[in-house]
């Protein structure tokens, strides 16, 4: 009896090393990173710096930062397109 119960428990810890489990794990595809190339340019136009600002050129400078507030929310954060 002895025998048989040590057999058997041989067997069973054996046979994992033989049988192979199939991988149900599903891969994803890996995230391309995102290129330089595709991101939107940004204008080159100089921020609007308070010693800019004079009774003189008050309008225009509004006009410059109400401008710059509107690119920087209109623009794509880096890594989301």
């Excluded at 054996?14 to 049988?19: D, F, K, L, M």
């Excluded at 994803?28 to 004079?54: F, G, T, W």
């Excluded at 008050?58 to 880096?78: G, H, I, K, W, Y």
Aim: with cysteine; proline share 16%.
């Amino acid at each position: 009896m002895k025998r048989w119960a040590w057999l058997l428990l041989l067997a069973g810890m054996a046979a994992p090393g033989c049988v192979m489990v199939p991988n149900n794990q599903i891969e994803e595809p890996p995230v391309p990173p995102v290129e330089k190339s595709d991101l939107a340019p940004r204008p080159s136009v100089p921020p609007v710096m308070p010693e800019q600002v004079n009774d003189n050129n008050v309008q225009e400078t509004f006009q410059r930062l109400s401008d710059e507030v509107e690119r920087e929310r209109n623009a794509t954060p880096p890594g989301q397109r």
